[in-house]
């Protein structure tokens, strides 16, 4: 399995998202320009300039035809895919760290930062068919959560939002009331700032990871712990196969260590996991810098990671690859 690697940004890499078809790679870096890449041969297709910031976040509507990416310039913009023109702003007090599109379309969870004197929040925007629609209003906007809110996602039928940062713990949220639902348990749940948050293909169970160097596999609908999967690096970000019970984590010390780790070969590694059994089964070398991103593309035949380095790897998996039994 040759990484194919992709040099477009100039700083480290926060976020990567395939298209729904599963032909286009999105990401996102430090550097303010996401990029979206052919995901079959790993060639750029273009960037969408206009953030005057970090962008730490994206999601891509389901018909591939509207990006939307949150920064730290305090917006999140939406973006025509082809053109690379922007359609709209979002404009907020402080940074946008996390964007998710509902089933449909129509909604978008964003959180932002604390900031000054605001605490982090979780607000719900519609996404208007018709650009002349589009507002900037909220329908719903959650608080009382203490920390940065890493990542906010919508639960199945949009029904709920999953959030995770800070504080460690998990959080279900009634989306229509914005009622707060369950709480993870602390006995259970992580220990240290949950990182990522992936959903599996059909949303009945989500991944977390986090600095506590584990991921956390849980059920959607109850939020039990169902399965644990420990590291020895702290987590960065997590995804999971469509295709095999496979769970992917990436990580390394946090940004502001990584002067003193050896630069010799690339060291820092995406992680394979049984998703039942728990136990490591491989693992992919290549980065010179933590893993900050991490996704599988919707066929489960291919894989990207996005590293401190500036680089996405973006991997094909070979035939044998699919009948590893343990």
């Known amino acids: 399995m040759r990484p194919i690697l992709m040099k477009g940004h100039e700083r480290p890499l926060t976020f990567l998202k395939y298209n729904r078809d599963g032909d286009l790679l999105f990401s996102c870096a430090k550097d ?20 005057n910031g970090a962008v730490w976040c994206c999601d891509v509507s389901r018909d591939s035809m509207r990006l939307i990416t949150g920064s730290a310039d305090q917006t999140a913009k939406l973006w025509n895919v082809q053109t690379g023109q922007q359609l709209f702003t979002f404009n907020f ?31 719900v925007k519609r996404i208007a068919r018709d650009l002349s ?33 800070e504080d460690a713990i998990i959080r ?17 749940g992580h220990k240290k700032t949950i990182t990522s948050l992936a959903k599996s293909a059909d949303g009945s169970h989500f991944l977390t990871g986090s600095l506590d160097k584990s991921a956390k596999l849980w059920d959607t609908r109850t939020l039990t712990l169902i399965k644990t999967y420990v590291t020895e690096r702290p987590v960065n970000a997590v995804t999971m196969s469509p295709l095999l019970d496979h769970v ?11 002067t003193t780790t050896d630069h010799r070969a690339g060291k820092f590694e995406a992680k394979f996991f049984d998703k039942m059994l728990q136990e490591e089964i491989g693992g992919v070398k290549g980065h010179f810098g933590p893993i900050n991103a991490l996704a599988f593309n919707p066929d489960g035949k291919s894989f990207a990671s996005g590293g401190e380095d500036g680089y996405v790897r973006l991997h094909h998996f070979d035939p044998d690859y699919f009948n590893i039994k343990i």
């Open 32 to 51: 303010h320009n996401p990029t979206v890449w052919f995901a079959d041969n790993g060639e750029r297709l273009g960037t969408y300039r206009g953030h």
């Open 93 to 123: 007090d402080s940074p946008a760290r996390s964007v998710d599109l509902s089933v449909g379309d129509k909604l978008v969870v964003i959180t932002t930062d604390p900031f000054m004197e605001l605490s982090s929040a979780i607000h």
């Open 133 to 165: 629609d589009q507002t900037g209003e909220s329908v719903l906007v959650l608080k009382g959560v203490q920390g940065r809110i890493n990542r906010a996602i919508w639960g199945p039928l949009n029904k709920t939002i999953i959030s995770g940062g």
């Open 172 to 188: 279900i949220w009634d989306s229509e009331t914005g009622k707060l639902l369950k709480e993870s348990d602390k006995e259970t």
């Open 248 to 258: 992917v984590i990436g990580g390394g010390q946090d940004a502001s260590a990584v």
